[in-house]
């Protein structure tokens, strides 16, 4: 079955007004008001690719007519696609994530899955060193030594945001939302040194301190400073342990799409808003650097 992994790179769109115009259109009303509620210029974007990720998958890939979709959040505020699909389509469980500069999803029939991208950036507000202290609990003294023999101080960083990226994904496949303890997982990645447009799968989970082959990582580098992580659990069907690895022997590439291919087969629901335009151009670009990494759902 087909796997599905996309990406947008969200900080090199500078949206023009017919484009923000109409993508505020391709968006549920409440998605829309959200969207806007967003007090910077980037995360009003990066929440805007999103949700037209999602119906993008919906529509080209479920064959549900995008203005009939009917996007809902679970209480701890997943986004699942509510109107029931029709009984030809092939279901498929989909999972998204915006921090740095792109936004991202992962889709797959029959499986959990999770997907969470970390950009590598320096904290906002102390040292690495602080850094790492403050967020000493959130690794296992494993994971700390991993990270901490990574190399310099920016290597280290990066390591560290990979972890982050696994532990996101893993907790987003199944959905207990962010009271999970995070040393409950450890993280043994394999290999230690990733190359841009490869997508590996050698990492392994350990759950609560035993491994857990029921899962697989697939890991890759969006560029030199965004990691992706997908989580791909176990099939829906009760009762069986495959081997996961045979799901998806060729795990596929990130496909960075373009605006127009992102809102290719849309259809508007509303009409046009135009101090939905006026509100975005006044909002700052973006925040100072923040030093605590983001969960997205």
Known sequence: MESVRWAFRCASWSPSRSEWLFAARCVQLEEKERIGQFVFAKDAKSAMAGRLLIRKLISEKMGIVWNEINLQRTAKGKPFLANPAPSSCVKYSFNISHQGDYAVLAAESGLQVGIDVMKTTL???????????????????????????????????????????????????????????????????????????????GTRMCLDSEEDDAWVFEESLLDTEHHVAVALGKPDTRGTTPNVDSFNPMPPKLTVLTFSELVSGAIPLTEEDHSYWDTFQKKPAAPGRQSDPSRSV
């Open 123 to 201: 904290p906002g507000s102390s040292t690495i060193a602080d850094f790492f202290r403050i967020m000493t609990r959130q690794f296992t003294e494993h994971e700390w030594k991993v990270i901490k023999s990574a190399g310099n101080e920016w290597d280290q960083l990066h390591m560290f945001y990979r972890h982050w990226a696994l532990k996101e994904s893993f907790i987003k496949a199944i959905g207990t939302g962010v009271g999970f303890n995070l040393q409950r997982v450890e993280f043994h990645v394999a290999p230690l040194q990733l190359r841009v447009g490869k997508v590996y799968k």
